[in-house]
């Protein structure tokens, strides 16, 4: 099993900035894809950003373009999303996800991927 603890979110002010780290660890795998997460209340999780593992191709939804960027350090198994100029509509948990198998382009559903943290809750005041 692979176990992903996030960690890093919290209250900022709109205009803010937050770095999210996502760690695994167990039967982790190398390739695949990482992808962060976020699911407001009462809305549905979506897709903000993944990253091949490998090659680093990254994709982004057109909402967090140009300010939110996905990164991942591999010696430490670890995924980050930095997110600057946040906005109060940001606000949501945000989830990591990790999924093992190759795909011909970047996964976007929730199906898509097998493992799944904990969350970490992000709020940004206006």
């Known amino acids: 099993q692979v176990q992903l603890v996030e960690s890093g979110g919290g209250l900022v002010q709109a205009g803010g900035s937050l770095r999210l780290s996502c760690a695994a660890s167990?039967?982790?795998?190398?390739?695949?894809?990482r992808g962060w997460f976020r699911q407001a209340p009462g809305k549905e999780r979506v897709l903000v950003a993944a990253l091949t593992w490998n090659e680093g191709n990254t994709h982004y939804a057109d909402s967090v373009k140009g300010r939110f960027t996905i990164s991942s350090d591999n010696a430490k198994d670890t995924v980050y999303l930095q997110m600057n100029s946040l906005k109060p509509e940001a606000t949501a948990v945000y989830y990591c996800a990790a999924d093992g198998r190759v795909w011909a382009g970047i996964p976007v559903k929730i199906s898509n991927y097998d493992y799944w943290g904990q969350g970490t809750q992000v709020t940004v005041s206006s």
């Open positions: 167990g039967r982790t795998f190398s390739g695949g894809v």
